[in-house]
């Protein structure tokens, strides 16, 4: 079956440094990619999605770009915040309307002042 | 914004009894609710597809008649845990959405733990 492998944490910054969490899928043809967010405590978020190849998804400063020729989806950001330590998702859905999410493990952010 | 609420948030059971865990959509009507479980540092592991009104689709691998799932109206959908074991233990996600381009909502989870 498919699968997404994203970088593994945990990922430990200090604030307004620049971020990059790795994300690849498997997955044939074009599928939707999406970065989820989980706070402490909180239910999974959407942070950001791209339908097809080359379109940039973003969102509170958060980028990532949907690149068919290497099968990724990287996210990144520019200068993070404390705010933003949470666990981050990639995930592909390849199932049409139906969407059955494959998520990769998650990477866990960690921002220091 | 949409909510998804999961109850409970954590619970702890012997080993030998049920767990009923509730999804329930507190402002939208949710057509599909999905049921995940996910290991510590791993991955969300889709369970089963809800639509109301009908049978869950299991996913492959899953046990139906371990993991009970009932989505008897628009708003709830439930996952039993039934005869539970200690491998059960374990964090469960629900999410749900409303039509199928809908985005979807995820609850908070539950942290089973048996004993």
């Known amino acids: 079956g498919n699968s997404v492998t994203q970088m593994e944490g945990p990922v430990t910054l200090s604030e307004e440094a620049f971020l990059t969490i790795n994300c690849t899928y498997t997955?044939?043809?074009?599928?939707?990619l999406f970065w989820y967010v989980q706070y402490p405590g909180e239910g999974l978020q959407l942070l950001l999605k791209?339908?097809?190849?080359?379109d940039k998804g973003s969102n509170k400063g958060f980028e990532a770009t949907y690149r068919k020729e290497t099968t990724s989806f990287h996210l990144e950001k520019g200068s993070v915040q404390v705010s933003d330590s949470a666990v981050y998702f990639c995930?592909?859905?390849?199932?049409?309307?139906?969407?059955?999410?494959?998520f990769g493990k998650g990477t866990l952010l960690t921002v220091n002042p | 914004g949409a909510v998804v609420s999961q109850h409970p948030s954590w619970v702890i059971c012997k080993s030998g009894t049920s767990v009923k865990i509730e999804c329930r959509s507190l402002?939208?009507?949710?057509?599909?609710m999905f049921w995940y479980r996910q290991f510590p540092k791993q991955s969300l592991m889709l369970m089963a597809t809800?639509?109301?009104?009908?049978?869950?689709?299991?996913e492959q691998g899953v046990e139906k008649d371990k993991f009970l799932i009932n989505h008897a109206s628009l708003t709830l959908s439930t996952l039993t845990v039934t005869s539970a074991h200690p491998e059960d233990s374990s964090f469960y996600i629900c999410?749900?959405?409303?039509?199928?381009?809908?985005?979807?909502?995820f609850g908070n989870g539950t942290r089973l733990t048996v004993t």
């Open positions: 999410s749900a959405r409303g039509t199928a381009d809908s985005p979807l909502h």
């Open positions: 997955a044939t043809g074009y599928p939707s």
């Open positions: 791209a339908t097809k190849a080359d």
């Open positions: 995930a592909e859905n390849s199932g049409g309307s139906n969407y059955k999410l494959t």
């Open positions: 402002d939208f009507q949710a057509t599909t």
């Open positions: 809800s639509n109301e009104g009908s049978k869950a689709t299991y």
